[in-house]
Each structure stands twice: as C-alpha cells, then as structure tokens.
C-alpha cells in the first residue's frame, strides 16, 4: 500500500464545524447520514456538535484513508459547492460541464440537486480522481 494522501484537510473542517450544526464539517468527511440528522437536529442540539471538536481529526484520517486523491481536489470542490452551488459551479470544476449549465439556469435544479451533491460530492470525486489515474 502506497503512502496515505491527504485528501481532506482539518483546517476546512473546523471552519465548517463552525456551522457544525447544519453538519457541514460530517458531510465534508463523507458521512451523509450523520450530516443530516445533524441538519435536522442542529447537531445533536448543540452536544453532537461540541463533541464534534475533538472528533474531526479521527474523521479527516477516515476520509483521507477512504477517498482517492488525484487531480480534482476535495476542499475546493465542498468550497464552490457551499458557497456557488446553486450555480453548478462545482460541477463545472468537475468537468460535469453540461449539469453544471443545468444548476446554473435552475438554482441548483430547484435546490434538490444541491443538497444531493451534499451527500454524495465526496464519491463524485473519488470515482472522478481514480478513473483519472487509471488513464480514463
């Protein structure tokens, strides 16, 4: 096994635990399920979410082990689609050029398609990055 890269970074995950309560900093180290019932609960009402401080490095080491790196990277990708998502601006960077126009004309198709590259940017760009690697 080849040296670990570091696909995540901390620093991005504790300014989005800030907002830890909407589970940003969960869906950014690849947990989904966990990030929404953050969302819907405001992180635990607020325990979840202090706990989460001292959980972040153990979830960066998860992400960094699951995800491939390669030549799309993760934290500018989770920071188009934070703050540009409605735009598709984040599919664009993926080279999903065509969902992105899509995103650009419907608000991140009506928002549904915003909230589901929350729960699944992390894969995008994992299967992305390994097919690029793998010379796809």
Known sequence: MGPQQDTHSKVIG???WIFGFTGAHRFYYGKPVTGTIWFFTFG???IGWLIDLFLIPAMDRQADLRFTAGPIEYNLAW?????LGVFGV???YQGKWITGLIYLLTGGLFLVGVLYDFLTLNTQISIRNAERNNGR
């Open 79 to 83: 920071i188009l689609l934070t703050f």
């Open 14 to 16: 504790y300014l989005l």
């Open 44 to 46: 635990l009402l607020g």
């Open 90 to 92: 984040h599919r664009m």
